[in-house]
């Protein structure tokens, strides 16, 4: 049973556009979330990151944000650029189990330039 | 200089056959995992270790075996390898503060295809 799921499998944007990339779960319990972003031939790398008691969190042009009544979370990278394009995996996590992350099956992201 | 680094990159294997995937991280970690992404590109978590002790065992076929020699190593050792097999295999790493969700760090993978 998938906890985490992102469904939408791709997703293209101009350059200089805003690109929204969303990420719905199924567990309340979940209280920390992730986004890592994965270019071909390399493993995933950490992007941004919110905890349930917020529900924004802003690092340059990558904002998180987290609705947890509807159990929710985008990632929107404003402006996008052409370096951007690569697969977006969300993932999420609840504090009683620790590190045990359950992650979506990504979007990916291509900007055009 | 590579955080969490897999060895080989590429492995290709016949049926029936017994291989090893090796994963180092040098970032002084406690928790090591390992995760498969299969074709449809779901990124499962295999099995997780905190200082050379198992902590996550999901539901994964006993031919499947971790070995921690030390915290900064976990390798992969596979039985009697089956078609089903064919992924791309993620060594990742945290701290891994108990009763703490923290970032992990991933290798580049490693993409097992079983003939």
């Known amino acids: 049973d998938q906890q985490v799921k992102q469904n939408s499998p791709s997703l293209s944007v101009q350059e200089g556009r805003i690109s929204i990339l969303n990420c719905d779960y199924t567990n309340s319990m979940f209280d920390y979330f992730l986004w890592y972003k994965k270019y071909p031939a390399e493993g995933p790398t950490f992007l941004i990151s919110?905890?349930?008691?917020?529900d924004k969190n802003e690092d340059g042009r990558f904002t998180v944000f987290l609705n947890k009544s509807a159990k929710h979370l985008s990632l929107h990278i404003v402006p996008s650029q052409p370096g951007d394009s690569a697969v977006y995996f969300c993932a999420a996590s609840s504090t009683d189990t620790g590190n045990q992350f359950y992650f979506g099956t990504g979007t990916s992201l291509t900007v055009i330039p | 200089d590579t955080a969490v680094s897999q060895t080989p990159k590429y492995l290709v294997t016949q049926m029936g056959n017994d291989k090893s995937i090796k994963c180092e991280q040098n970032l002084g970690h406690d928790t090591m995992y390992w995760y498969k992404q299969d074709s449809k590109k779901f990124l499962k978590i295999m099995f997780s270790?905190?200082?050379?002790?198992?902590?996550i065992n999901e539901t994964v076929p006993n031919r499947f075996s971790p070995k921690s020699p030390d915290k900064a190593h976990l390798n992969l050792h596979i039985n009697s390898l089956e078609l089903g097999d064919s992924a791309v295999y993620f060594c990742?790493?945290?701290?891994?503060?108990?009763?703490?969700?923290?970032?992990?760090?991933f290798g580049p993978g490693t993409r097992l295809t079983v003939l």
């Open positions: 270790y905190n200082n050379k002790e198992l902590i």
């Open positions: 919110i905890s349930s008691i917020k």
């Open positions: 990742a790493s945290s701290h891994g503060l108990a009763g703490v969700a923290d970032t992990q760090y």
